[in-house]
Every structure is written in structure tokens, then in C-alpha cells.
């Protein structure tokens, strides 16, 4: 009797605030695998909700900015806990998205998990490796720390659904940024689950928000958006139109812009794309009278 | 409905100086008065908010929304009214009414600054020779627990400090156990009062506390009451509870305001307050003005927003409009 059953179609949405809403629209658009098939229905983000995210980015940056490092880190390893949790299903996404056999996509799951762990360990360590005790000629300590930018608006990668993504919004988030994504529009299956994932992780809604639909449509008016600190444009790598249209739109407030780049997102990647959405602060605080009343400093 | 009424009553009464004839007998005694606002037909709640929600989704965009953006910011009510305000902060408030988008001098000023009574000096210097009105709580905002000449003394000062604009706080605990005649000789004395020294009075808002006044029936009761006393303006709340101007018990307010003029021939103005921080909001409440009273009433001088938080976004919508690009908090001031 088993085999009369009707399997139940999954309803995507986007991930916003901590909520799943639809797109303010109503618009969806067909995702097929690979070789053309109809899979699902996923929601095309208009410019509204692209304001809307930005709405819940920048709310939840006080909180997630202010955090501890440890309390971030710590969040961090849970949502890679929640992911192997889900290793048969985004393996299934991932080998339908990218038309791989399931041990290559279950590779891929495995090393975007690796990669999520690999990203949550430094969020206590960062500060020692790009900040630190500046030498200075007079009686101060001078001290630098990084800091987060703010709000970052993430293309992400196309052609690797889940290791790109995870490869662009961990670095992102871990140093207390707050993002909003744009997932691949030919595959964001797996970037809608990882929203899931993140929903029922520790993560406070807002944090990581995600939209699905054309880059060219959203990227616009996030590149734009003048509250906005920074945008990261993987996903314009290929399309040199796209990606000047975005850079020019991010000129405007003197965003950062992390800039398209061919990249290997199996190989180690690095403490870049952490270190492209940071900000420098420098303290000089006075020793007290040094020399002159012989302190022990 | 509620005109029909009034017109029954109109032949029989003598009105308050301020107000028209037609209705004074109905405050002759407290039997009276109340006779006359239980008289009033109830209020139809489950119409009352369909009808609100319906005139919230009306859609203004391109150069209707510029306009609007603009009128309701000219309509605001500029308010800090916290212990802990300094009169440093009540200047950079000041500052920001004169010009509140310091990037695009094209912005209106709002209409007026809203402050304590001791403020009221700092806001008066602050503001001179710009256009915009100081506006002083009075009566010891916002319980109103204070004897009469506490209150009255608290409304003599604010208005010889120069304020334009007295805004007052029903006494809601006579209101809401029937004394309706306290309720109505407190607002007339506090009339009074609003008078200056070399000649005019400062205009007189009037506020109910729609949040304590638990129905829809009270609030038109009240909106009635403080017409009936001489009133300027009626405005929703103080702020300061947890249920403040909403979009239904305005819309009630907003149709005895209309009843009003159509029984006595005298215009009254309409201030919701608390609580509306966002332009979709205050666009909600204008085209509530426009649908219930029309054009007469869509003037800084006829309607406000009792509001500090609404004017920085109004103006980030604003740079919206010009620029095309959204805006962010990084480019209004902080108040």
C-alpha cells in the first residue's frame, strides 16, 4: 500500500527576521535539477523584500554584534551540528541541484559541515590574528580590534550550492555581522534549508536572512541601499555586466565591496573573506606618567 | 446619526463662550450631560475597525506620496516627554525642527515642539522666529492626579513661559465613574486659563487616554464632552500606556469632530498620538482625514501627529523618493 502514497510537495519561502514569510510579490518561479526536471517552487524576491531583510539585518546587529565571541562561536557550532543532523537531506538537494552522484554531493555536505566548524572556531581568534598591541612612540597602550562592518548583502556563489554558500556567510556572520543573501537563483534549495537550519539553531532571527530569486533583481537595490555597510559579490563572478552594475551602485555610500573573483571553494580558503568585512578600531589609552615618575609600565 | 441628535438638542441649549449656541443646554446640570452622551448612538466596533482596515490598505504612491510624506511632516508634533529630558536635548530637538533633514533644506518643518511646562522657556528661545509652535503638556500630564489649582497653575505658567499650545488630560478617573459635569468645568477652567496676558489663548488639546477609556462608545462620549467645553483639538493619548492612538478610536474621534462642525457650525481639530512611528502609518491616518472629513481638515492647523520617532522616517522615505535609493538611519539625526 506503501507505494499508493502521494508524497507531499514542500512549500519554500524565504527566511527573513527569523520568520518564513513569502515574497511580499507573491511571485515564485520554477527550480528544476540539472538535467531540467521540475523540483520546486521558490519564492522570487522582489526590491521590497530585499528592504525588508535589511530591516531585519540591521535590528539584529546590535544583538548578534555585541554578543560575546565565545556566545557567537558557540551558536556557530550548533547550526553545523544541525547540518550533519540533515546531511541525508541537503545531500539529496545538493546532488539534484548540481547534478552529482550522491557521494560527491554527500562530499560536498561533508565539507561544507567542516567548513561551518572551521569558520565557528575562529570567531574568539580573529581578533588576536587582525588586531593586537601596536608599537608607538610615546607613553600610551595602542591598542587595534577588529569589528564588524555591519549589514552584508551576499551574492552567493553559483555552482555550489551549499559548500559556496557556507563559504560566503559563515565568514560573514562570525565576526558579528549580520547578512542578507542572495541564493543562487538556478539552486536555492539548499540555501532555503540552510535558512531552516539556521531557524532552529541558537542563530536570533535577523542574523542571516535569505532571499531567493534573480541577483540582478535584488542585487540592485541591495547594492544601493545606503544602509547597507557592505556587499559581498561571489555571485557576479562570470557576469561582468551584473557584477560592474553592483560595483557602481555600492560606490554611491562607499560601501566595501568584496569583488568578483573565480574561486576554488573546496580549497582552504583562508581568513580573507573574514578580514574584507571587518573594521579597524584603535585605542590609545595613557600609561600614566612614564619616565617621569619611574611607573612600572 | 449622532448630528441628528444634536439637531434635536440644538433649539434647547446655550453653548459655553467658545462653542456655539446650539448645544448649551446639555451641560447645564450632570443629569443633564449625561442624558445627553449616553444619548449618543453607540458605536458599531466590528464596522468601526473593518472600516479603519479598509482605509489602511489604500495604495499612495509617486508624487501623491510626496505630498503626503510632506504634509505629515509639517503636521507633526515634534515630542520629547520623558524625566530625564535636559534642555540640551529639547535645543537639538528644537534644532531638528527648524531643519529636519539638515541635507535637503526642501523638507518642511514640523508644526510644533511638544515639551514639559519648565521646558517650555528653552523651547520658546530655541525656536524663536522659525515658524514652528511650542506645545506644553499642562495639567499634570500624564495622570492628571493633582488637585484643579495644581493644574491651573501648571497651565497659567506654560502659557505665560510663551507656549502656543496647552495640552491637556482629561481627569479619566471622574470620567470613567459618570461625573461627566467635573470632567467638563475642569476643561472650561482650563480654557480659561489658555488665556494671555496682552490679549489671545493659546489653542487647547484636549486628551482622553483612549487606552483607559475601555470602549469605543466612551471614547465618542468623551470626544463630545471636551467639544462641548471648548475645546481646540481632541487628541487620542499621551503615550505613555500601553494601548495609545490607534487607527479605529481615531476614526471615532475623527467622525465626532465631523458631527461637531455639522451641528454648531465650529471646526475642532483631531491629534492622534503614540505609537505611529512609520510613514505606511501616518499615510493610514491622513487618508482616514481625507475619506471621514475631507480637505478642510488636512492642515497642520486642523490635524497633528503626536509622534518623535515618525518624523526620521518620513524623511528616510523622503530621500527615498529623490534619490531612489533607501535610505538608512545613518543619514537622519538622532533625537
Redesign the interface.
Known amino acids: 500500500m506503501s507505494t499508493d502514497r502521494l508524497s507531499v510537495l514542500k512549500t519554500y519561502k524565504l527566511y527573513m527576521g527569523g520568520k518564513f514569510p513569502r515574497s511580499e510579490s507573491g511571485r515564485v518561479y520554477e527550480v528544476t535539477d540539472s538535467k531540467g526536471n521540475w523540483l520546486a517552487n521558490a519564492p522570487r524576491s522582489s526590491r521590497k523584500d530585499a528592504?525588508n531583510a535589511?530591516v531585519a539585518a540591521?535590528k539584529a546587529f546590535g544583538g548578534w554584534s555585541g554578543a560575546t565571541a565565545y556566545n557567537r562561536g558557540q551558536v556557530l557550532y550548533r547550526v553545523a551540528e544541525m547540518l550533519e543532523g540533515r546531511r541525508d537531506q541537503f545531500t539529496a538537494e545538493v546532488a539534484a541541484a548540481e547534478g552529482l552522484s550522491r557521494a560527491k554531493a554527500a562530499a560536498q555536505v561533508d565539507a561544507a559541515v567542516d567548513r561551518w566548524v572551521w569558520y565557528a572556531g575562529w570567531s574568539d581568534k580573529i581578533a588576536q590574528v587582525a588586531g593586537g598591541a601596536n608599537p608607538v612612540a610615546g607613553p600610551y597602550f595602542n591598542l587595534s580590534t577588529p569589528e564588524p562592518t555591519g549589514v552584508v548583502a551576499v551574492i552567493a556563489p553559483a555552482g555550489s550550492s551549499l559548500l559556496g554558500l557556507v563559504s560566503v556567510v559563515a565568514p560573514v556572520i562570525v565576526t558579528g555581522n549580520t547578512a542578507v543573501v542572495v541564493a543562487d537563483e538556478f539552486a536555492p534549495l539548499p540555501a532555503l534549508s540552510l535558512a531552516e537550519v539556521l531557524a532552529t539553531s541558537d542563530v536570533p532571527g535577523g542574523v542571516v536572512n535569505v532571499l531567493s530569486g534573480s541577483a540582478a533583481e535584488v542585487g540592485a537595490?541591495l547594492a544601493?541601499?545606503?544602509?547597507?555597510n557592505a556587499v559581498d559579490l561571489a555571485g557576479a563572478a562570470g557576469d561582468t555586466g551584473l557584477a560592474t552594475e553592483l560595483e557602481v551602485a555600492a560606490a554611491?555610500n562607499l560601501k566595501r565591496v568584496l569583488r568578483p573573483a573565480a574561486t576554488d571553494w573546496a580549497a582552504d580558503p583562508g581568513t580573507g573573506r573574514m578580514l574584507a568585512f571587518l573594521e579597524t578600531k584603535t585605542v590609545w589609552h595613557p600609561t600614566g606618567g612614564l619616565g617621569a615618575a619611574g611607573s612600572s609600565y | 446619526m449622532t448630528v441628528g441628535y444634536a439637531r434635536r438638542y440644538a433649539p434647547l441649549v446655550t453653548m459655553p463662550p467658545s462653542a456655539a449656541p446650539a448645544l448649551a443646554d446639555v451641560t447645564a446640570s450632570d443629569a443633564a450631560l449625561r442624558r445627553f452622551l449616553h444619548g449618543l448612538p453607540g458605536v458599531d466596533a466590528v464596522g468601526l475597525d473593518a472600516r479603519a482596515a479598509a482605509l489602511g490598505t489604500r495604495s499612495i504612491k509617486t508624487t501623491a506620496k510626496a505630498y503626503a510624506i510632506d504634509l505629515a511632516i509639517s503636521m507633526i508634533d515634534l515630542t520629547t516627554l520623558e524625566g530625564a529630558d535636559t534642555a540640551g536635548k529639547v535645543r537639538s530637538l528644537c534644532a531638528k525642527g527648524r531643519h529636519p533633514d539638515p541635507s535637503d533644506r526642501t523638507a518642511p518643518s514640523p508644526a510644533a515642539v511638544c515639551v514639559y511646562p519648565d521646558m517650555v522657556p528653552v523651547a520658546r528661545e530655541a525656536l524663536a522666529g522659525s515658524g514652528v509652535l511650542v506645545a506644553s503638556v499642562a495639567t499634570a500630564f500624564p495622570a492628571g492626579r493633582a488637585p484643579l489649582e495644581v493644574k491651573l497653575a501648571d497651565v497659567r505658567a506654560a502659557v505665560a513661559a510663551g507656549a502656543d499650545e496647552i495640552d491637556m488630560v482629561i481627569d479619566r478617573g471622574a470620567f470613567l465613574s459618570g461625573r461627566y459635569l467635573k470632567v467638563f468645568e475642569e476643561i472650561a477652567a482650563v480654557r480659561e486659563n489658555c488665556a494671555r496676558v496682552g490679549g489671545g489663548a493659546a489653542r487647547l488639546k484636549v486628551i482622553f487616554e483612549n487606552g483607559e477609556l475601555a470602549t469605543y462608545d466612551n471614547v465618542r462620549r468623551a470626544s463630545w464632552l471636551a467639544m462641548l467645553a471648548g475645546a481646540d483639538f481632541i487628541k487620542t493619548s499621551t503615550g505613555k500606556v500601553a494601548v495609545n492612538a490607534t487607527p479605529s478610536n481615531t476614526l471615532v474621534m475623527l467622525e465626532a469632530v465631523r458631527d461637531f462642525r455639522d451641528a454648531t457650525g465650529h471646526q475642532i481639530g483631531v491629534k492622534p498620538a503614540g505609537g505611529i512611528r512609520t510613514t505606511k502609518d501616518a499615510l493610514t491616518y491622513l487618508v482616514m482625514v481625507n475619506e471621514t472629513l475631507g480637505d478642510d481638515w488636512l492642515s497642520p492647523h486642523w490635524f497633528r501627529f503626536g509622534a518623535s520617532g515618525l518624523l526620521n522616517d518620513l524623511l528616510m522615505q523622503r530621500q527615498k523618493l529623490s534619490s531612489?535609493?533607501?535610505?538608512?538611519?545613518?543619514?537622519v539625526t538622532v533625537d
Open positions: 528592504r535589511v540591521r537595490p544601493a541601499h545606503r544602509d547597507v554611491d | 531612489g535609493r533607501y535610505s538608512g538611519p545613518d543619514y
